[in-house]
């Protein structure tokens, strides 16, 4: 969603300004249109008491979060992510990423995310003040289904864009959309990396097909009641009771076989 707002301010010649850090909450303007963009869920507090802002929060069902961040944790590179390349007493001297590597598991490394990043991640989640009049609620899941992007349409009304100016940015959207532009091949026949890396499995409820019965279980017990909160189930355990033990789908070479140290510290500064 990032890289669509960027298009859509370049665009429209609307700053865009990224405060993923703190300390950019600075570099926003104080007057004029801006787009703020923020990965994570928390922005500066005076946002939320200026009357002209506009917020558009996506959540997404933390089951899959969970996979994905795993998955993205192990390959990302430093100079985006630094806190999986700073070495901890905790793991032995060991980097989060190395330590994530070096499981010998899916299950042990979904085991080891849901207790570091995850949690932090879904503390984020159930934070956000839902229901706020200025902000424009919505989930990953409809934005993948909303094929005539009318969902994204509302939100750019709710920020106040005129229609030749919503036109515009349906189109970026439906660009970088995973059902649009961002579903085609490069030109080598390969997807993009960040498909690879940080969307997949970009299936609806995806979870499904990699949680075993044992990770179903622990997640239960330790999120099962914020996932009633999101939205996301109605009841705590009904769902993990669904799940009967299967074979598991098979892992990833990287994900059976830890790599040689030289690999695993890839990408520190």
């Given at each position: 969603m ?14 865009f ?19 703020v ?27 899959d979060?969970l ?10 590179p ?19 990423q ?16 849901m ?13 956000w ?38 036109e ?10 995973l059902f649009?532009?961002?579903s ?22 995806g ?11 622990d997640?239960?017990a ?6 009633v ?19 598991a789908?098979?892992?990833?070479a990287h ?12 990408g520190?500064?």
């Open positions: 990032r890289r669509v707002w960027r298009e859509i301010g370049e665009a429209l010649s609307i700053p300004v990224p405060v993923h850090n703190p300390q950019n909450w600075t570099r926003i303007p104080t007057k004029g249109r801006v787009i963009a923020n990965w994570g869920a928390r922005f500066a507090p005076d946002l939320f008491d200026t009357p002209e802002a506009r917020f558009l929060h996506v959540i997404r069902d933390p089951r979060v996979i994905s961040g795993a998955r993205y944790h192990e390959d990302a430093g100079r985006s992510e630094r806190f999986l390349h700073k070495a901890r007493a905790d793991l032995g001297g060991l980097t989060y190395q330590h994530l590597r070096s499981l010998p598991s899916r299950d042990d490394k979904l085991r080891f995310e207790g570091e990043m995850h949690q932090r991640t879904l503390t984020e989640m159930l934070d003040p839902y229901g706020h009049p200025r902000a424009f609620d919505v989930t990953f899941e409809t934005l993948m289904a909303d094929t005539g992007c009318e969902t994204f349409a509302a939100a750019l009304e709710f920020f106040g864009f005129d229609a030749p100016e919503v515009v940015a349906q189109k970026i959207f439906f660009k970088h959309a649009g532009g961002f085609d091949k490069n030109s080598d026949g390969t997807t993009d990396r960040r498909l690879n890396a940080h969307v997949a499995p970009g299936a609806k409820r979870w499904r097909q990699v949680f075993s019965a044992e990770i179903a279980e997640y239960c330790r999120f099962g009641a914020a996932l909160r999101l939205g996301y189930e109605t009841d705590a355990r009904a769902w993990c009771d669904a799940i009967a033990p299967k074979t789908i098979p892992e990833p994900m059976v076989q830890p790599p040689p140290l030289g690999l695993a510290m890839g520190m500064a």
